[in-house]
Structure formats: C-alpha cells, structure tokens
C-alpha cells in the first residue's frame, strides 16, 4: 500500500471525526418516523403507506442535473439503497442486472472482469469514478475486478455513443460510480463479514456534515482464499487467495452561498493470486504468480454561478495506477505497468431562459504509460464540445451536441449526438430515442508496444441509434419500457497476419431490443425485471461477437414481508454465447439472495448467498465461476 495514499486520507477522516464531535445526535430512524407521522398524518405501524417513487435525477446523460423523464438516452440508476439491500460489494456484482451489460469474469474474487455494453468490446464501454476514467491508458479496457462499492452513493449507466460528452472511449455507454455526499449530522457504521473460502471483511465508514462542510470517509478491507482460476472442470484446485484494502472519502466545502468545492479520493491495494496458461491445454495451476495492484482516483471540482444564467465549473481529475506480476518460475509472468491519467475540464453552463440550457467545455488530458522492458509514452488529447438543451411546454425534450478531439498522435476526431423525448398522455407515455457517434483513440499497447505497435492506426468509430416507448400503469406502480438499439463500429483494430502488427482490419455490427418492467405495488416489495436481444456479427469473419450473448435477462426483487426483516432475491439467465475462439461458451442461471433483520435501531445482521443454486458453469473458456458462496455479516450503527 502507498503510505502517502492511505495518510491523507487517514488525516481527513480524523478532520471528519473531529467535526462529527460538535455534532449533537440524530435521532434514530424509528424516532425519525416517528416524528414524520405525527407532523404529516403518514400511516402509523401496522398501516400501509402510501407507495411514491422518487424523481431520478441524472448527471451523467448531460453533465447537468436532469430528470430521468426529459432524457432522450437510454439510462439505469442503481441507489444506495438499492447497493446497500444487495448486501453486495463489488461493483462488478451490483451491475450484473443492468439492461444490455455483459459482466465476464475470469475466475474468482479479483481475477480481471470485463464489461460489454450494447455489443461494444469493454474497451468500447467508458467506466468512471467521479467522472475519473478506469479505462487502462495501455490497454483500453477497464477491469472492473477491484472495485468495491464501499461509500458508493449512486451509479449510473447511459447507454448508446457518449463521446460528444466523454470522448474517446464512450462508445457503448457510459458507466459513472458516484462517491456518497455527506449528510447533516454525524453517523459511523461497522460492517464485519466471514463466509465460504475463508473470507474475511470489515468495513469502517464516517458519515456527517454541517452547513459549510460535509464528507463521507470509508475504509474496507477484505480477504479470502478463494477458488482455482484455472477450470476446475480441467482438474485445477489450487486456490487462488485474493486481499484488497479500499480507503474512500469525500469532502464538500459551500462557499459564498452558493458555491461548492467537492474533493473525492478513492485509493485500492489488491493482491490476487493467479494461474498460468499451458499452450495446446489452456489455464493451468501455477503454485507461484501473483500479482498487485495500487490505485489512486482523485477529483477536485469547484462550481460557482458567475450570474443568474451563468454556471461556471472546473474540474481536476486524476488516475494513477501501477500493476505488477511476479513469478520466480515463469519470466513472461514478470511484468510492471505504470499508468497515469490526468485531465482538467472547464464547464459553462448557460441557462438562457427557463427551457434551454447550453453547455460549452474545454477538456485537456494527458496519458501516460509504460510497460518495463518495453516503452515509455506519452499522448495528449485536447477537447472542446458543445451541448443544447430545449424544451417545450414541459412535453417535449431535445438535446444536441457536438465535440472536437485533438489527438496528438493521429489528429482529431468530430463526434455528435442528438436526443428526444416527449411526454404523452399527461405523463403516462414516454417516448425516447437518440443518435450520436462514438471513438476509441488507440491504446498505448496498440501504439507502442514492440512488435505489435502501430503508429499509423486510426481511431475506432462507431455510430448507434435506439428508440423506446416507456408506458406507466396503474399510476407510478407498473413501468414497461421497450427499446430497439443499432450499433455500426468501423476501423476495429485487431491482429493483422500479413503485417503481424495491430491494424484497423475489422468492422461490426449489434443490434437489438431492451425490456424493462419496473413493479412498486406497495411497500412490502419492488420488483426489477429486464431482457436484452443483442444481435451482433463481426462483418470481417460472419461470426457472432465474442462475450455477447444474444439472449440475457435479469430479476432483482426487493421484499420487506415485515418490518424489521428485509431481502433480496437477483436472477440472471445468459443464453447463446461464444468465446474469441468461435467455440460455444456455457448458458446458465444464477441465483443471488441476502437477507436482513433489524434489531433495534442498532444491529442487523445479515446473510448473502451468491449462486445460491450451486450452478455449475464458465463465464469464460478455462477459468473457474464461483459455485455457491455463503456469507454472513453484521452492520453495527455505532452512533
């Protein structure tokens, strides 16, 4: 663990703790609601509260706050509460229910994961933390395998070509984890967690604010000897151990009234144990390579409003990531990647009148990267992009956008976007649709790497359109939405044979349809159900594309039969699969449950079951799915 890392976060948390001192105590939740119903006339214990949902508010889609209904793009919100009911701690695992996203992982806890959004390859799919790009400078793709969701307030997902907003990358979608903001008040909680395969975990959170200053401070750490990597239907059984500590805060200063300074950090030290590869047999035990990976994400953002139509905003972020293998056995398992990314945006917001919004930016970043033995580089990507918002009548809502990238190795790229919506029916009717166009600016590997770099490659394009009709029912209780979505990707860079380096050789296509059934009949239980067609081709080879299955649905239901007990009951179905090698991959059906039980206002202990049925199946050819994986924990709420 980098010591400078974790002590700046040590140090603001003890600034948190002392603040949080001054503070008198909340009071508890069973007071608070108390005090509600008595004040509001809300239904006491034993009566049925009247069911209301509450209004979705999204950053991502626009870089502006926005309601979840004026949104032209396809969008998934994934809330504390929702994280928290999980009892889930990964963010690979929280996102398994998400229309048109295909989790792979490639082992058990802490192996590389990969997301696939609408067809898109995962390095086509943006993932952010704080609007921090994950995406590897030297590879392209994020891995989603040690990011945990401690302190994770809210995620959001934007399906469909992002890059007028986010540039390269943001091909497939966007997927943006948000830190928690603090709240007023002081409140600490102590998770500890044991369950199968020796695993251990505990967690420490601090939570609080006042007037001028909140902030939301967590550390996690977790350790288990997990599984084989290496398919254990292959005869491997060397379990592969995996440790991670996560420290994470968040700190919001209000200055001048109405401005703000927010600053988040996230910071990760992760040991895995991995396995081998044998040629002509596959994955294989291997006794002695391990790898670590340290991480630091940081924001600084400070927004202040010049006029009354005038919002100004400056952002800071920052990516620095090392990952390292070691093996005395096998020299090609000895490596060292040092990657940074770092970036400014400036952002004004103009609201000229009540029903329009224009948005220009300036974004500057710069990637760094290198491989021991191999390269050391350097790339710069300047940015400018511009955003319209329109509405009228609070019916209809348009968006459009355009950005210019300046690569400083093979120029620039101009992307667009345009969104719609219109309500219908006093509300009741959505409907949604956009078109825009996406890149991938090559890799440092694909640029840089000896014997397989090319400096002559062109970015990845793509253009996509969807278009969907969302219907409620029975009031805000039943939501049905139903969206067609087409992706064109050109300039696909892959392997070529005749000149045995990277080269743009490829295209593809994937389209499909999006069902989403949202069911909130009353407070006892809501219900999640969604179902992705993808139908998708490379155009080089005629061949389905790899990891992206035609057929995948999801269940999440979150049940309350009485007051104190809670649960939830997620199932996946994924069907129709292939691997890179056209050979077919495994369908199967994953059942996730965790329970929860209230014990005053103090305790609850808890207990989650991943693959509760024991299926037995590979998410991906040779590497090893976790069977059933029981769990049971405590969260003490320790003020």
């Not at 300036?362 to 319209?388: P, T």
């Not at 743009?504 to 239980?525: D, H, K, M, W």
Request: avoid cysteine; aromatic fraction near 10%; glycine fraction near 10%.
């Amino acid at each position: 663990m980098n010591w400078k890392r974790l002590l700046v976060l040590l140090i603001l948390a003890a600034l948190a703790g002392i603040e949080a001192s001054a503070q008198p105590e909340p009071p508890s939740p069973q007071e608070e609601q108390e005090a509600q119903a008595d004040q509001t006339g809300e239904p006491q214990e034993g009566e049925e509260p009247e069911t209301t949902v509450a209004e979705e508010i999204f950053v991502t889609a626009t870089r502006v706050e926005a309601s979840r209904e004026t949104l032209g793009s396809s969008t998934t919100l994934i809330d504390s509460e929702q994280i928290e009911e999980s009892r889930k701690t990964s963010a690979l695992e929280v996102l398994r229910s998400v229309p048109g996203l295909e989790v792979n992982q490639s082992g058990g806890p802490g192996t590389s994961a990969s997301a696939f959004l609408r067809g898109a390859a995962s390095g086509q799919t943006l993932v952010l933390i704080d609007g921090v790009r994950v995406n590897s400078v030297t590879g392209a793709s994020a891995d989603l395998a040690d990011i945990r969701v401690d302190n994770v307030g809210r995620i959001e997902i934007v399906r469909g070509p992002q890059s007028t907003l986010y540039g390269s990358e943001a091909i497939g979608g966007v997927i943006n984890i948000i830190t928690r903001r603090g709240e007023p008040g002081f409140r600490s909680t102590l998770n500890l967690e044991a369950g199968d395969n020796d695993l251990y975990e505990g967690r420490l959170s601090l939570n609080g604010g006042s007037a001028r200053l909140d902030y939301s401070v967590a550390t996690a750490w977790a350790s288990t000897d997990g599984i084989s990597a290496a398919s254990e239907r292959a005869g491997n059984s060397e379990a592969d151990a995996y440790e991670n500590f996560t420290a994470s805060g968040r700190f919001g200063f209000a200055f001048l009234e109405d401005g703000r300074v927010d600053l988040a950090l996230r910071t990760l030290d992760a040991t895995v144990d991995l396995d081998g590869f044998s040629f002509g047999i596959g994955p294989v035990d291997d006794l002695n390579y391990e790898q670590d990976h340290q991480a630091l994400y940081a924001t600084f953002e400070i927004e202040k409003p010049l006029t009354e139509w005038w919002q100004q905003s400056l952002t800071v972020g920052l990516q620095d990531d090392d990952i390292e293998g070691l093996d005395p056995d096998t020299v090609f398992n000895n490596y060292l990647i040092e990657t940074r990314f770092s970036n400014v945006i400036a952002q004004s917001d103009f609201f000229f009148a009540e029903n329009q919004i224009t948005t220009l930016g300036y974004s500057y970043e710069e990637r760094e990267g290198s491989s021991e033995g191999s390269f050391d580089q350097k790339i710069d990507i300047s940015s400018l992009f511009l955003q319209h918002q329109w509405s009228w009548n609070e019916r209809l809502f348009l968006t459009g956008g355009v950005r210019n990238d300046d690569h400083s190795q093979f120029g620039s790229e101009t992307t667009y976007r345009f969104t719609a919506a219109a309500l219908l029916a006093g509300g009741a009717t959505r409907l949604h649709g956009s078109y825009g166009t996406g890149f991938r600016a090559p890799s440092l590997n694909e640029l840089y790497f000896p014997g397989f770099g090319n400096l002559d490659l062109r970015p990845e394009t793509s253009r996509g359109f969807d278009l969907g009709v969302e219907q409620k029912l029975l009031g805000d209780k039943l939501r049905i939405d139903l969206t067609y979505f087409d992706n064109q990707f050109e300039d696909l860079i892959g392997f070529d044979f005749v000149t045995f380096q990277a080269n743009n050789i490829a295209e593809a296509e994937a389209s499909g349809v999006e069902a989403l059934l949202y069911v909130t009949p009353g407070s006892r239980f809501d219900l999640t159900a969604s179902y992705t067609y993808t139908d998708s081709e490379n155009l080089t080879t005629g061949l389905q594309l790899p990891r992206r299955p035609k057929n995948r649905g999801s269940l999440f239901l979150a049940f309350r039969p009485i007051e104190p007990l809670t649960g939830t009951l997620l199932l996946i179905v994924v069907k129709d699969r292939i691997d890179s090698d056209a050979s077919p991959l495994d369908d199967y059906e994953r059942v996730d449950l965790s329970l929860s039980y209230d014990i005053g206002n103090r305790l609850t202990p808890y207990l989650r079951i991943q693959n509760l049925l024991d299926e037995d199946y590979e998410e991906v050819r040779g590497f090893t799915s976790p069977g059933i994986t029981p769990a049971i924990g405590v969260k003490a709420r320790l003020r």
